[in-house]
């Protein structure tokens, strides 16, 4: 028999996530987000419960799939009092994909376990695409046994999931994997932009990237995108800056300088600061393309 799923957050992700277990024959009971449009349009589609509480999501649902912005967010919905996702959690499981802080997951177990419910963390290294057609690749981080028993769900969502450890470790993990991401796509962007102010061919330069040193994940992603400035949004530059941020207070925690992981972050807000920072983290080229953005002669 399978559980009755409750989703709170339907962004990018999470909206495709609850598509995804829809199509695979799971019961997406209830749906919730502050854009209660969105909600209703999505519980339309999918013959869910358009909640406009918390606690309606929690009365729905025996497993809830969690898909917010960052630790605020995290922290309200799994707030003490008020509405929360905590009253009449007593048996639940709540799988938590955002990225926050990992202290914030060790207080939402903490809190859940209170409550009588269980909380995995769900950290998602994936984007858009992957939500919907299953292909995600999971960090799992939590007790063993709340893994092994969410594992029906999670296989729906994922070709490829590791599991960590104890909570908390997930979010260490994905705040390393985002933190070397960003790095590589600033990097990247300021290669094909000194490229283009050398009058260089950025297609050919692309290539020989990719068949050296210069390789990465990202030139796949986000290489041709940088050069035909098509910036359609996977994953937002605003996310980017908040990641990095969650990667250099761990590194600060630890006693550890990374300029590298500073400069990028650094990128990041800037677009924040000029008002792009829902394009895609490929914008970060409009920073430095000649002709484009604030560093043009």
């Known amino acids: ?24 024959g799971l019961t997406v009971s209830a749906v919730y987000d502050l854009h209660t449009a969105a909600a209703d349009a999505l519980a339309a589609e999918l013959g869910a419960l358009a909640c406009h509480s918390l606690t309606e999501v929690t009365a729905a ?13 995290m922290r309200a919905i799994f707030a003490a009092t008020g509405d929360t996702l905590l009253k009449g959690a007593e048996g639940r499981t709540f799988i938590n994909c955002a990225t926050v802080s990992p202290a914030v997951h060790l207080e939402v177990e903490a809190a859940a376990e209170k409550a009588g419910a269980h909380a995995l963390e769900g950290c998602m290294a994936s984007s858009i695409t992957q939500a919907r057609d299953g292909s ?4 799992l981080g939590g007790k063993p046994q709340v893994f092994e028993s969410m594992r029906p769900v999670l296989e729906k969502l994922s ?6 450890g ?9 705040a390393l994997v985002n933190m070397v991401m960003n790095s590589n796509t600033a990097a990247l962007a300021e290669g094909l932009g000194l ?10 330069i692309r290539e020989v990237f990719s068949q050296t040193g210069a390789a990465s994940r990202v030139l796949v992603t986000d290489g041709e995108d940088m050069q035909n400035r098509d910036h359609s949004c996977y994953f937002s530059a605003s996310h980017a800056a908040k990641d990095s941020g969650i990667a250099l207070a761990l590194a600060h925690a630890a006693g550890l300088h990374l300029p590298v992981a500073v400069a990028t972050k650094a990128q990041y807000d800037q677009m924040v600061a000029l008002g792009l920072g829902e394009l895609d983290k490929s914008g970060v080229a409009e920073l430095t393309f000649p002709g484009r953005g604030p560093a043009s002669p």
């Open 1 to 24: 028999m399978t559980p009755k799923i409750g989703f709170v957050g339907l962004g990018r992700m999470g909206a495709n996530m609850a598509r995804r277990l829809k199509d695979c």
């Open 61 to 73: 649902s025996e497993v809830i799939i969690t898909v917010v912005t960052d630790d605020q967010a």
């Open 136 to 139: 995600l690749y999971l960090m």
């Open 159 to 164: 070709t490829n999931m590791r599991y960590v």
């Open 166 to 174: 104890a909570s908390g470790e997930a979010a260490k993990v994905k």
């Open 195 to 204: 490229a283009s102010s050398l009058g260089l061919d950025l297609g050919m």
